[in-house]
C-alpha cells in the first residue's frame, strides 16, 4: 500500500511554468519508478490536460464531472502513454457548458473540502499526486490546498514575480490559520532563468532571505525547446538527451523534491521510457 504525497503547485501569477513544473516534475519520478497521478485543476485552461492526452471531447468526463459527483476520481483517471504516470483532466466545459466552479459551488457548504474527499481513496494507490492550478485563487486553488499536505511555488526571477509570490504566501497562511490545515511549504523553484540575468541572483538572495532552506538549487533555465512539447503531447525526456539542461533541470528537481521528502532517489536513464504522445481518450476514464 502506497502513501501517496499530495503535492500542490501553486502561483497566483501567470506563467510562472506551474503546468510545465506538474508535468516534468510528475513525469521525472514517475521515470524513476514512482507511481504519479497528475490533476488538472486548471479549469479554464485545461493546459495540463492539452499537453498531455489532448482536450476531451464534448462527453469526455474530468474533474469536472467528479467535483459535482457523477462519478469517482477513479473513474476519471486516464492513463498516459507514459509508464507510471495518469491525468484526472479538466474539461473545458460540463454537459456542453462553461460552467465556472466559483459560481457552481458558491452556495455549496463545504464546497473547498471537496477534492480532499475525493482524494481520499486514491492516496494509498499512488506515490506523488500533483496538483496544477490555474493563476487565480478561485475554490479550485482552495480544493487544491485543503487537500494537500505539500506545495510548491515555481517563480520568475523578477520583482512582480516575487510580489506575487508574497501573496500567495499570503493566502497559504490565511488557510493554515482559518481552517487549521496543516500544509508544508515544499520549496520555491526559480523559473525561466537566463543566466546573463543579474536580477536572477537578486532574487534567488531575496527568496533565500525570506524562505531559508526552502528556495531549491534547481533552477529551471529558460530553454526554447519547451514550447513545442505541448502539441506534440511530449515531455523534455521524450525529445532531449539527458545531457540538455532542460531535462537536467527537471531530473534535479525531482531528486530534491524526494530528498526533501526523505525519499531515495534512484537515478537511472530516465530517457529510456515510454515515449509520451497521443493517447486515445475514451469517454468514462480508466486507470
Ligand atoms: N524553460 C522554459 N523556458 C522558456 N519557456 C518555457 C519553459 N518552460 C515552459 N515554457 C513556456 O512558457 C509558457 C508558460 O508556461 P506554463 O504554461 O507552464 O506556465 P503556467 O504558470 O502554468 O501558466 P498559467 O498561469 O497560465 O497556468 C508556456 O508557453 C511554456 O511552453
Ligand atoms: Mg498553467
Known amino acids: ?49 492539452i499537453s498531455t492526452i489532448g482536450q476531451l471531447d464534448e462527453e469526455g468526463r474530468g474533474v469536472l464531472h467528479a467535483f459535482f459527483k457523477d462519478c469517482t ?9 507514459q509508464e507510471n504516470l495518469f491525468i484526472v483532466p479538466s474539461e473545458i466545459k460540463y454537459k456542453g457548458r462553461t ?3 466559483d459560481v457552481a459551488l458558491a452556495s455549496q457548504p463545504g464546497s473547498d473540502q471537496i477534492l480532499k474527499k ?18 487565480t485563487l ?14 510548491l511555488i ?22 493554515r490559520e482559518n481552517l487549521d490545515h496543516e500544509i508544508e511549504n515544499l520549496g520555491l523553484v526559480l523559473t525561466m532563468i537566463d543566466g546573463r540575468e543579474s536580477i536572477a541572483k537578486d532574487s534567488e538572495t531575496i527568496l533565500n532571505n525570506a524562505f531559508e532552506g526552502k528556495v531549491f538549487n534547481t533552477c529551471i533555465q529558460r530553454n526554447s525547446k519547451f514550447k513545442e512539447l505541448a502539441q506534440n503531447q ?23 523534491v524526494m530528498n526533501r521528502l526523505g525519499m531515495k532517489s ?22
Open 73 to 81: 476520481l477513479n473513474q476519471v483517471t486516464y492513463p498516459t502513454s
Open 138 to 151: 478561485g475554490i479550485a486553488t482552495l480544493n487544491s490546498l485543503i487537500a494537500s499536505e505539500y506545495f
Open 1 to 49: 500500500m502506497k502513501n501517496g504525497k499530495v503535492i500542490s503547485v501553486i502561483n497566483q501569477k501567470g506563467g510562472v511554468l506551474k503546468t510545465t513544473t506538474v508535468l516534468h516534475l510528475g513525469s521525472a519520478l514517475a521515470r524513476m519508478g514512482k507511481k504519479v497521478l497528475l490533476i488538472d485543476l486548471d479549469v479554464s485552461q485545461a493546459n495540463l490536460t
Open 154 to 175: 515555481p517563480t520568475l526571477a523578477d520583482y512582480l514575480s516575487l510580489v506575487g509570490v508574497q501573496k500567495t504566501m499570503e493566502t497559504i497562511e490565511q488557510i
Open 99 to 101: 460552467i465556472p466552479l
Open 266 to 287: 534512484e537515478i537511472k536513464n530516465i530517457n529510456k521510457t515510454n515515449k509520451m504522445k497521443n493517447t486515445e481518450v475514451s469517454a468514462g476514464g480508466m486507470q
Open 234 to 256: 511530449t515531455t523534455i525526456f521524450d525529445v532531449t538527451k539527458n545531457s540538455d539542461k532542460g531535462n537536467k533541470n527537471y531530473r534535479e528537481l525531482a531528486e530534491e
Open 118 to 135: 475525493l482524494l481520499k481513496p486514491m492516496t494509498s494507490e499512488y506515490d506523488f499526486i500533483i496538483i496544477d492550478n490555474g493563476p
